[in-house]
């Protein structure tokens, strides 16, 4: 019998209105599903929706707040980036992720366990740079970090926004946190893996593939990396610019983000077999961090089959 319930959502920048539109739904089904929680945890944007939802607010009201002050800081791009320059411009995302939370608002304050995947620059403990999985079980060390600064270190993705207090967006480390989640709870709170159950839900499944010929290629072309000639760059494992929808912009990068979501389902649902749900609908190969994508999304979402989800929750979540 499931005893312990874990939810997660994975990063995707503007894609988070999926995953927080299902999530409404799921809810309209289900009006027990946050209540009967154990541990939400998020990467990235996710980690947005995750510490929400820790903190007791309420998916419909975690939702309005994202479109109507999350988005905007996604809306200004800068020229050269994501390759030769910041993409986005970061200090309307901080001051929007700080609107939303009380500045004295600490892990150890939350109502519910929360995991939160970062990656650390330089750990001076470690005089290295090193993984780190935010959280709030009995014990942590990170208990006294606020909660909107945990979120802004696991969102700083390279190559579209700048580092936050010296930590990087946690996709490299995980872009699914499952797997992540799972271990907190057998080896912090001690519960039998087989008392255990998870909702993944996803930004979306992009049909990524790369099937043209990648011999020779480097990270950069050695001949022409002036951005103004940047329109003759020819394929390589750091940009593809004449690629075709489903090819990655930013091959090494994608595969780096998307690889271990896929990864982490895999090792997560052999861990629990039937216990493991994972809502990640297919979408086409949408930006990242173009507000204008949202309305599709909400589509998609909306048209989405949740029977599935639904039967799954009935079964692990009452």
Same mark, same amino acid.
């Given at each position: ?42 990467? *990235?944007?996710? &980690? ?5 939802? +820790? &903190?007791?607010? &309420?998916? @419909? ?11 905007? +800081? ?37 109502? @519910? ?40 270190? &696991? ?8 580092? /936050? ?5 946690? /996709?490299?480390? +995980? ?46 072309? +050695? ?38 979501? /896929?990864?982490? *389902? ?53």
């Amino acid at each position: 019998m499931t005893k312990y319930r874990i939810m997660t959502f994975d990063g995707g920048g503007t894609l988070g209105a999926l995953s927080l539109q299902l999530l409404n739904r799921l809810v309209q089904q289900n009006p027990k599903l946050i209540r009967n929680t154990h541990v939400f945890a998020g990467n *990235s944007i996710g &980690s947005f929706t995750a510490l929400a939802l +820790a &903190s007791g607010r &309420s998916p @419909k009201e975690t939702f309005r707040y994202f479109m109507e002050k999350i988005l905007p +800081a996604f809306s200004v791009s800068r020229p050269g980036g994501p390759v030769f320059n910041q993409q986005l411009p970061y200090s309307g995302f901080i001051k929007a992720v700080r609107g939303f939370f009380p500045s004295d608002l600490r892990l150890k304050n939350l109502k @519910k366990r929360i995991v939160v995947p970062s990656f650390q620059l330089y750990s001076p403990e470690l005089n290295r740079w090193t993984p780190v999985l935010f959280h709030n079980f009995p014990g942590s060390p990170y208990l006294n970090e606020k909660a909107s600064d945990v979120i802004l270190r &696991s969102s700083g993705a390279p190559a579209t926004q700048r580092a /936050y207090q010296n930590y990087v967006d946690g /996709y490299v480390v +995980a872009t699914n946190p499952s797997t992540a989640s799972i271990s907190f709870a057998v080896g912090k709170a001690k519960v039998p893996l087989d008392q255990i159950a998870v909702l993944s839900i996803g930004t979306g499944e992009t049909p990524t593939q790369l099937k043209r010929d990648t011999h020779g290629w480097g990270m950069v072309s +050695a001949d022409n990396i002036r951005p103004e000639n940047l329109k003759d760059l020819p394929p390589n494992w750091g940009v593809i610019l004449d690629r075709s929808p489903n090819e990655p912009l930013l091959p090494f990068l994608q595969i780096v983000a998307g690889g271990n979501g /896929y990864y982490e *389902s895999m090792v997560s649902s052999n861990l629990l077999g039937n216990r493991f749900f994972r809502l990640d609908p297919r979408i086409p190969n949408l930006s990242k961090t173009d507000p204008a994508v949202v309305p599709a999304v909400i589509e998609i979402a909306n048209n989405t089959n949740l029977q599935p989800a639904v039967q799954f929750i009935e079964k692990n979540w009452n």
